[in-house]
């Protein structure tokens, strides 16, 4: 499975939803399908996308909050998963795709590669949904039972080692950030 055709099965979905990623590859390859309001790309910040996503789950119960994040990013984060399962944010679906990389500084591999699992030490976080996929039908499954569940899910995707040519894009970093806020405030008047 590759991680946008994951990403362009579930796009539909991500418009009600307010969705965080992390740099690099994901972020170039979510714009490519289509940058909206709702999404955040966070960028140099690396490991620390699903602890954003766990402070606007908190803050704003109302709102369904996906997270993108990468095997790489998770590692370096690992005390971030005991975080979010002692929050349990019901609203929070937590993806992770492994490519088994660091794909986005030049694809070296990481603990995934030689046999760590992520879906297993989100369990073992305390994570009350975790599992773990390999292809498209089983990631769009997944994906809308997580949303459907109305628990905290960590879904980690299996994806192959491949993304954009360039990771680069034209939204600039302070134009994405004053627009995601916006978003959010816009949304907190309507409700
Ligand atoms: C704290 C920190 N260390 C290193 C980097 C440099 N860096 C940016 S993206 C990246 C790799 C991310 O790997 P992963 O989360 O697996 O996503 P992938 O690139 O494979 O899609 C690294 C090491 C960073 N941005 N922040």
Redesign the pocket.
């Known amino acids: 499975m590759k ?1 946008i055709d994951a990403m362009k099965a579930v796009y539909p979905e991500l418009e009600q939803c307010v969705v965080v990623t ?5 972020a170039a390859e979510l714009q490519s399908i289509g940058h909206r309001p709702n999404f955040f790309y966070l ?5 620390i996308a699903s602890s954003l996503g766990l402070g606007i789950a908190l803050a704003r119960p109302e709102v369904q909050v996906v997270v993108f ?8 984060n690992l005390g971030g998963l005991t975080t979010l399962a002692r929050y349990r944010p019901r609203n929070l679906v937590h993806v992770v ?3 088994e ?5 030049g ?2 591999p ?1 603990a995934t590669s030689t046999g760590s699992n992520i879906a297993a030490m989100a369990a073992g976080a305390g994570v009350p949904r975790t599992t773990t996929v390999s292809t498209l039908d089983e990631f769009r499954a997944e994906f809308s039972d997580a949303l459907a569940a109305n628990d905290l899910t960590t879904l980690v995707a299996k994806v192959e ?1 491949v ?1 954009p040519s360039g990771y680069v894009t034209d939204l600039s970093l302070l134009e994405n950030r004053y627009q995601f806020q916006r978003y959010l405030r816009d949304l907190q008047r309507a409700h």
């Open positions: 991680r992390i740099m690099g590859a994901v960028q140099h910040a690396m490991g994040d990468g095997d790489g990013s998770i590692l370096m795709f492994d490519n990389s660091l794909l986005s500084v694809g070296f990481t080692a993304g």
